[in-house]
T-cell receptor
């Protein structure tokens, strides 16, 4: 069954600290993997898209990694800010219009 | 630049009443359009997608339908709402299929509560 599992479900960190969110998937065939940020009550916003051949991709303080062999991805947030508080969603694309969404990790950054 | 508008932002409807949610995209032509539903603690579920005017693909059999009367307009409807239709509905667009290396662009969603 095509699945995307994210961990932890939720996370609380202090402002200025780093954190890493995990994503494991069993989706096949694989086209690309995406990370989205979703603020409460808003639509998700794309952070990164990585294809099979890409191991690392950065977007400002966000760095995503992909290990296609172990089917794992991570999103690392550096020097967290209060505005980073959101749900982070891992999405794996198969082909066509088929995307498999993870349930998300809820991150709360405290001052 | 491209923008996506989705309305209303919140909606409370009684069971058995009809539903119409509208989504429009500006700044692009012939986008692929999508309706997703997001339940608390679960991943987004694709309901419908459209690759052109009048072309609708349904992913999940349910109490809902979709229509695309114009190139950049996508409508989600129901004739009679069920309690289970409550949720957060998101419209999205992409250039080409969502499975390719182009991002999905989401609207800000409609929070539907069926009472």
């Amino acid at each position: 069954k095509n699945q995307v599992e994210q961990s932890p479900q939720s996370l609380i960190i202090l402002e200025g600290k780093n954190c890493t969110l995990q994503c494991n998937y069993t989706v096949s065939p694989f086209s690309n993997l995406r990370w989205y940020k979703q603020d409460t009550g808003r639509g998700p916003v794309s952070l990164t898209i990585m294809t099979f051949s890409e191991n690392t991709k950065s977007n400002g303080r966000y760095t995503a990694t992909l290990d296609a062999d172990t089917k794992q991805s991570s999103l690392h947030i550096t020097a967290s800010q209060l505005s980073d508080s959101a749900s982070y969603i891992c999405v794996v694309s198969q082909s066509g219009n088929k995307l498999v969404f993870g349930a998300g990790t809820i991150l709360r950054v405290k001052s | 630049s491209q923008t996506i508008h989705q309305w209303p932002a919140t909606l409370v409807q009684p069971v058995g009443s009809p539903l119409s949610l509208e989504c429009t995209v500006e700044g692009t032509s012939n986008p692929n359009l999508y309706w997703y539903r997001q339940a608390a603690g679960r991943g987004l579920q694709l309901l419908f997608y459209s690759v052109g005017i009048g072309q609708i693909s349904s992913e999940v059999p349910q109490n809902l339908s979709a229509s695309r009367p114009q190139d950049r307009q996508f409508i989600l409807s129901s004739k009679k709402l069920l309690l289970s239709d409550s949720g957060f509905y998101l419209c999205a667009w992409s250039v080409g299929s969502a499975g390719r290396n182009s991002p999905l662009h989401f609207g800000n969603g409609t929070r539907l509560t069926v009472t």
